[in-house]
């Protein structure tokens, strides 16, 4: 079983206009971005594709993916386009980040996946570190534990 871990920096579907389109591996203030923007993320995601898919692993294991649909887009839209065998089950559950960056597994095999965004120190038995607010989360984004039968992987993004 090949596995893969891969930052996907800022994976986002928008709809400026009615016209979808993941944004790039940058930041920009600009929501529309102007035509050499959108051509450089539509270049950028093309890439990510073609890496994932050259990579052929079994399970993928993704930081930074803003929501499951910014998900899906991507595999049925980029990564099919690539010719490469999919990965038909997704997870990408909402995390602690707040502007999107969240993480996410495809894989080609099912599995079951558990959010533990919302672990707090006190669920552990635990004190909170100093100079931190007691109910404040342990993992700052997330940490997706996915189950392959008697394979558990752990998922996160710091």
């Not at 995601?45 to 993704?62: E, K, Y």
């Not at 995390?95 to 959010?115: E, I, K, L, Q």
């Amino acid at each position: 079983m090949r596995v893969l871990t891969f930052n996907v920096q800022n994976l986002r579907l928008r709809r400026p206009g009615g016209q979808d389109r993941l944004d790039g591996a940058r930041d920009f203030d600009d929501p529309e971005g102007s035509e050499l923007g959108r051509a450089l993320d539509f270049a950028d995601r093309r890439l990510t594709a073609r890496v994932l898919a050259q990579a052929d692993a079994d399970i993928c294991a993704l930081q930074e993916v803003f929501d499951a649909e910014s998900l899906r887009y991507f595999h049925d839209h980029l990564l099919r386009a690539t010719g490469v065998e999919l990965w038909p089950w997704q997870a990408c559950l909402p995390g602690n980040d707040g502007a999107g960056r969240d993480v996410a597994v495809m894989a080609r095999r099912p599995f079951a996946a558990t959010s533990h965004a919302q672990l707090r120190p006190h669920d552990l038995g635990l004190d909170p570190a100093p100079d931190t607010r007691p109910d404040r989360a342990i993992f700052c984004r997330d940490c997706l534990m996915v189950a392959f039968g008697p394979l558990t992987l752990f998922t996160v993004h710091f």
